[in-house]
């Protein structure tokens, strides 16, 4: 509309006996209010036409301004606004997990995890690559502290290193440990060198993605029939059947008890594949006579009904 206004202010007064430049400069200086002053005496057909240029022009330029600052404010506010409701929400937030980077190994653990139900907050530098995610998200760098603690480090139970680099992955580790010394942190790895360095910085687990594809890819080989079934029940959604861990707490009522005496077969529907002690030692196919021990996790295979049931059997008694 502006542009139409200025070859018509322009065009009219060339018509009046004016140059180009002076022409185009004559609208201008009216149709923005400048004013100045008139390149030559106008005459009754000059001011007429200046009426209507003004009338028209002005009108056009004030419209098109403001319409520029809605758009300006209206988008600031709307990120504003938009912020501060994510930042609610992640402050509101209670032993959900940090994902650091939003790459393909990122994504894929956060889409993993929040199929499980779990709450999922991505930390990533690219505004671009995160803005429509289904999770909330902080913009910045993880490696800083500032960034960490905008998403809710103090109140998660899990942070991811999922970066690039694995210097930055061991400062991301270092830094979670700092701010929060209980906190489980799994650090994404590509050299093998790295692995200790980052145990050391404070990872409880340290994978490398390209040797777990290998080793799948290996086992596909070796024991297809095995490779197939853990893949499926870990990783294909379409199935009945899970994998699940259970934490047994002091206070449950099936503690102290042996599997035989707490029925979890019989009461849930859920297989024990395996039970983790406190200390970390692992009992691979318990027997009956197995005893349940407070803080001892539970490996379970069965359905979502049978989980619900097995959750139900360990839930302290009010």
């Known amino acids: 509309m502006v542009a139409v206004v200025t070859v018509f202010g322009t065009a009219g007064y060339v018509g009046f006996g004016f140059t180009p430049l002076d022409a185009l400069y004559q609208t201008i200086t009216t149709i923005t209010t400048v004013g100045f002053r008139e390149l030559t005496e106008f005459g009754t057909g000059e001011k007429i036409f200046t009426i209507i240029l003004i009338v028209i022009g002005v009108s056009t330029v004030l419209y098109t301004f403001t319409l520029v600052v809605q758009l300006v404010v209206e988008g ?11 930042d609610r929400q992640i402050n509101q937030l209670r032993n959900h997990t940090i994902v650091c980077g939003w790459g393909r190994v990122g994504a894929a653990v956060a889409h993993d995890l929040h199929i499980e139900g779990h709450d999922v907050v991505v930390v990533d530098e690219n505004a671009e690559r995160v803005r429509d995610l289904p999770f909330p998200t902080v913009v910045g760098d993880a490696t800083r502290d500032e960034t960490l603690r905008a998403a809710g480090i103090e109140h998660a139970r899990a942070l991811i290193a999922a970066l690039e680099g694995d210097a930055a ?30 145990k050391h910085a404070g990872a409880n687990r340290v994978v490398n993605p390209q040797e777990l594809g290998a080793g799948r890819m290996a086992s596909f080989v070796s024991s297809p029939h095995v490779a197939e079934f853990l893949d ?22 099936i503690a102290g008890r042996t599997l035989h005496d707490a029925k979890v077969r019989e009461a849930s529907g859920a297989l024990v594949l395996a039970l983790r002690s ?39 008694i009010a």
Request: aromatic share 6%.
């Open 169 to 198: 992955n061991l400062f991301v580790t270092l830094s979670g440990r700092d701010l929060r010394p209980d906190l489980f942190i799994v650090a994404r790895a590509r050299a093998d060198e790295s692995v200790s360095k980052l």
């Open 232 to 253: 499926v029940v870990m990783h294909e959604r379409s199935i009945e059947f899970r994998m699940r861990e259970f934490d047994i707490p002091s206070d449950s009522p």
């Open 76 to 86: 600031q506010l709307s990120e504003f606004v938009g912020r501060r409701r994510m």
């Open 278 to 316: 406190s200390d970390g030692v692992f009992t691979t196919n318990p027997t009956d006579d197995t005893m349940l021990r407070p803080r001892d996790v539970i490996i379970a295979i069965g359905t979502i009904e049978d989980f619900a049931r097995l959750a139900q059997a360990i839930r302290p």
